[in-house]
């Protein structure tokens, strides 16, 4: 059976853009999830760093039942149950901690844990997580630090997210590591409390253009 994270990397090879999405309204979820997959997004990342997180997992499911919709900043295993209770395709956390590995469970299939170094991102596939985030990627060395553990560590997968952007997701996306790059500037908090579904739409079109 395919799992949840092989659907992610699929939808990657069409569109390897994924939104993280910071999302305080409720009401915003629907229009937002039509707006990305307009722009022909096919992932998006829901942090829960506000109260209506878990409700916009919700609502995004329901309005784009296609678009494979993740939690982020899981960090605790109360976090991991409500997110999955919410639907979520996926998790995301910043880091790994012992308690958060032994919450994760079955779960540990689809979650993609940030790591900085060489040493962790080691131990986190010892561990049997199959996809890896570097973060905060630009802090941790960017595209050089991918290339560079692409010599070692081949066999290592990526979603790098923390200082990418529209002028250097193409960079990250061009190495054979890097399944996906996480970015803010698609929705950003100010987007989505504006409600500029059109300037979301062609931003989503315009990075995939330039990929």
Do not use: C
């Not at 994760?104 to 940030?114: E, M, N």
């Not at 923390?162 to 987007?191: H, M, Q, R």
């Amino acid at each position: 059976m395919t799992s949840s994270l092989d659907a992610l990397k699929a939808a990657a090879r069409r569109a390897p853009i994924v939104p993280v999405l910071v999302v305080p309204d409720v009401d915003a979820a629907a229009p937002l999830a039509e707006a990305l997959v307009a722009g022909g997004l096919t992932i998006a990342e829901v942090t829960l760093r506000t109260e209506s997180g878990l409700k916009v997992i919700e609502e995004m499911k329901k309005a784009q039942p296609d678009l494979i919709v993740g939690a982020g900043t899981v960090l605790t295993g109360e976090d991991v149950s409500n997110a999955m209770n919410a639907g979520s395709d996926f998790l995301v956390s910043p880091g790994m901690s012992p308690k958060l590995l032994d919450a994760l469970g079955d779960h540990k299939d689809i979650t993609i844990p940030g790591v900085a170094t060489a040493s962790e991102a080691m131990t986190r596939h010892e561990e049997g997580f199959r996809m890896l985030k570097l973060f905060p990627a630009a802090i941790a060395g960017g595209v050089g630090a991918l290339k560079a553990l692409s010599g070692p560590l081949p066999h290592l997968e990526f979603m790098p997210t923390g200082g990418v952007s529209a002028d250097n997701a193409a960079d990250y996306l061009a190495l054979p590591n890097v399944v996906a790059v996480g970015g803010s500037w698609i929705a950003t908090e100010k987007d989505v409390a504006a409600g500029a579904w059109s300037d979301v739409v062609a931003k989503a079109k315009t990075a995939l253009t330039r990929i």
